[in-house]
C-alpha cells in the first residue's frame, strides 16, 4: 500500500510503461474539511467531492508519528505520472470503514456494540456526538467496489470516494446494532463538558459524495446495511478480544458524570430549557 510520496514514486518506477492498472488507497484524512473537524472547527459544505480541498498541511501526521505519510503527495506523484503517460492508476478515497477484521474495528462501533454485548441498556453520549454524521463504508462493500474497477477503462486516472450513499447519525447506528440483536437502549443525553472528548461542543460531521463511482461504473454494493450491520456484530461475538479495549461510559465515566448531572438539573441550564433525567444517577449506580 503506498502511504508516501516516495512509496508512489518506486510504484512510477516498477510499472513505468506497462499497462498494468495501479490501484492506490487514499483517505478521507486527505480533505481540509476532516482535518478542520479534528482541530474542533465547523467549516465545511457538504457532501465532500473528489476536487474539494485538500489538507493544507504536509505530513499531516508528522507530529503523532506518523512521519511522512500524506495521501495527497502520494496521490499527485501517481496522477502527474498518469499526464506523462508513464502509469495507469485510479486511486480511492475510503470513508470510515467498518466490519469484520478491519484495523479499527474497535474505533467505529465498537462502544455500541460492546454496550450490546454486556447488556448494558443506559447509553451517555453528549449533544454534538448523538448527532454526528460520517460516511461509512462496510468492509467487504469497500473491497468489492475496488474489485469492480479492475479492467474498467473509465477508472483509469480518477480519483474516487468510497462508501455508502446514505449517513446516519451515531444515535441512529446505535438503534440498528440494537434493533440487530434485539437489544433497547436509554439514552442519556449530556452537555460535553459532563462527558468530555475535546472538541465535543463543535459539531462532529463529515460527509463524502460517492456518487462518482457509481456513475462511472455501474457499482451496487453486494451486502445490505442490515447485513452489514448483523455481519459486524457477529464478529464482535466470535472475536471477543477486539472490543476488550473499547471503554464502556456505564463504568468508566459515570463518576465523572454524576457531579455534572447533580448541578445540570437546577440553575441556569434548567433556565435555557435543558433538562436531564433526574433518575439518571441512580440507574447508573447500579451499573
Known amino acids: 500500500m503506498a502511504l508516501t510520496e ?15 492498472q495501479l490501484i492506490a488507497l487514499s483517505s478521507a484524512d486527505c480533505y481540509e474539511a476532516l482535518r478542520a ?3 474542533g472547527e465547523d467549516r465545511a459544505d ?35 505520472a498518469f499526464k506523462e503517460g508513464k502509469v495507469s492508476p485510479t486511486v480511492f478515497r475510503l470513508p470510515m470503514v467498518y466490519g469484520p477484521g478491519d484495523h479499527q474495528y474497535a474505533n467505529r462501533h465498537g462502544e455500541i456494540i460492546r454496550h450490546i454485548v454486556d447488556k448494558q441498556a443506559d447509553l451517555v453520549m453528549n449533544t454534538a456526538d448523538q448527532s454526528s454524521l460520517f460516511t461509512y ?19 483509469i486516472g480518477q480519483i474516487y470516494n468510497l462508501g455508502e450513499p446514505d449517513v446516519r447519525t451515531k444515535r441512529r447506528w446505535a438503534d440498528l446494532y440494537a ?23 463543535a459539531p462532529q460531521n463529515f460527509i463524502m459524495d460517492t456518487s462518482k463511482f457509481r456513475n462511472d461504473t455501474g457499482f451496487k454494493e453486494p451486502v445490505s446495511l442490515d447485513e452489514a450491520i448483523k455481519r459486524t456484530y457477529d464478529w464482535a461475538i466470535q472475536h471477543p478480544e477486539c472490543l476488550k479495549d473499547v471503554p464502556c461510559h456505564c ?20 433556565e435555557a430549557g435543558l ?5 439518571l444517577n441512580r440507574k447508573l449506580h447500579h451499573h
Open 46 to 80: 457538504f457532501p465532500i467531492r473528489e476536487d474539494a480541498e485538500l489538507s493544507s498541511t504536509k505530513h499531516y501526521y508528522k507530529s503523532m508519528g506518523g512521519g511522512d505519510y500524506d495521501k495527497n503527495l502520494m496521490t499527485a506523484v501517481l496522477m502527474d
Open 6 to 20: 516516495q512509496h508512489a514514486k518506486e510504484l512510477v518506477s516498477v510499472f513505468e510503461g506497462t499497462k498494468t
Open 251 to 270: 463504568r468508566d465515566k459515570t463518576p465523572a458524570v454524576l457531579p455534572v448531572l447533580t448541578t445540570a438539573t437546577t440553575g441556569p441550564r434548567r
Open 275 to 279: 433538562s436531564f433525567p433526574v433518575d
Open 137 to 155: 463504508g462496510y468492509v467487504e462493500n469497500i473491497a468489492a467496489a475496488v474489485v469492480h474497477s479492475f479492467g474498467l477503462p473509465q477508472t
Open 179 to 201: 434493533e440487530n440483536a434485539g437489544h433497547h437502549f436509554t439514552y442519556h443525553i449530556l452537555p460535553p463538558e459532563a462527558v468530555g472528548g475535546g472538541f465535543a461542543e
Open 37 to 39: 473537524v479534528n482541530r
